[in-house]
């Protein structure tokens, strides 16, 4: 049966008669038919609502965002204005984001990405380090080192996590995980100073490679779940925020699992996130040097990279 809406209880006169338009009403000439209206309740209607904030006046408004210093809040409301709790810090004027309204720094991987991808890569190497059969130690493992100086240098990933991770540092000295690189790998001399570091970390590893890594790896856990993102530590080339340099630490582990893979001859896939974290910063490195056309052109099948080819030097 149709039913004919409508929205008012008025009556509505029509050629002198007055009708009742909740009676019925004919939707042809014939007299037949005739249907019944179904009127529409009217209490609990909802009503059109405005925000609170929309009954400032725009002038009042404006003159107290000019007053300070042109911004507004991330919440939408000018500095000093309804809507804004006491404890919301005021931001001046050009000031970014801050992250607890929301913003993010940029180039940044995130808190849970690389707290995430940091545990897949230390995962995806330790199980990798357990495929080197104990004929494969002292087998070349990348350039000048062994197959335990790759490994010695690769865990150095782990153990300075726990060691920096607890030393602050009263400002920020290098901004990115990109900035870590630029600044550490300056001079010519550096790759023998890593080298060495590496072949030192190597011997550290004892007899036993995997149960003195896992050890490392049970402590410099407890650091990770303890350390905020945001924490400045105290790097060896200045203060660094702790989600940066987990990023620098992703991309060794990642990195040297495969050059590991490479050399025992096993195969290894990282994970995605891990992988995400090492690419993006790949990226980034191959702009700040100047190298990303090569880049760009290999990655698309243009052509193999140029002999030598590195972002990092």
């Known amino acids: 049966m149709l039913c004919r809406l409508r929205r008012h209880h008025r009556r509505r006169r029509r050629h002198g008669r007055g009708r009742h338009i909740h009676g019925e009403l004919p939707l042809g000439r014939h007299p037949a038919r005739h249907v019944p209206c179904t009127p529409l309740p009217q209490r609990g209607r909802p009503r059109r609502l405005r925000h609170p904030l929309a009954a400032c006046r725009r002038d009042r408004r404006d003159e107290r965002s000019a007053s300070q210093g042109g911004c507004r809040h991330p919440a939408g409301a000018a500095l000093g204005e309804p809507g804004l709790r006491s404890q919301d810090p005021p931001l001046g004027r050009g000031e970014a984001l801050a992250p607890q309204h929301g913003g993010c720094r940029e180039g940044a991987a995130g808190p849970v990405v690389s707290r995430t991808a940091y545990r897949k890569a230390i995962t995806c190497f330790l199980e990798t380090a357990e495929k080197v059969r104990s004929e494969q130690w002292d087998a070349p493992g990348l350039g000048v080192w062994t197959v335990r100086d790759l490994v010695g240098h690769a865990s150095r990933s782990i153990t300075r996590v726990e060691e920096f991770g607890t030393q602050r540092a009263p400002s920020v000295d290098i901004t990115s995980a990109t900035h870590h690189y630029r600044r550490s790998l300056r001079q010519p001399s550096d790759d023998e100073r890593v080298a060495e570091r590496g072949r030192i970390a190597g011997r550290e590893l004892g007899d036993d490679p995997l149960a003195t890594m896992n050890a490392d790896w049970a402590r410099s856990e407890q650091v990770l779940d303890a350390t905020d993102e945001d924490t ?47 690419l993006q910063l790949l990226a980034s490195l191959a702009l700040e040097s100047g190298r990303g056309a090569p880049l760009a052109l290999s990655g698309t099948g243009r052509g193999p990279l140029p002999q030598g080819y590195s972002v990092l030097g």
């Open 232 to 278: 400045i530590i105290a790097y060896d080339n200045g203060g660094i925020r702790f989600g940066d340099y987990l990023e620098t630490r992703i991309f060794e582990l990642t990195v040297h699992t495969l050059d590991l893979a490479n050399a025992i001859g096993a195969e290894v896939e990282p994970s995605r996130e891990a992988l995400g974290v090492t």
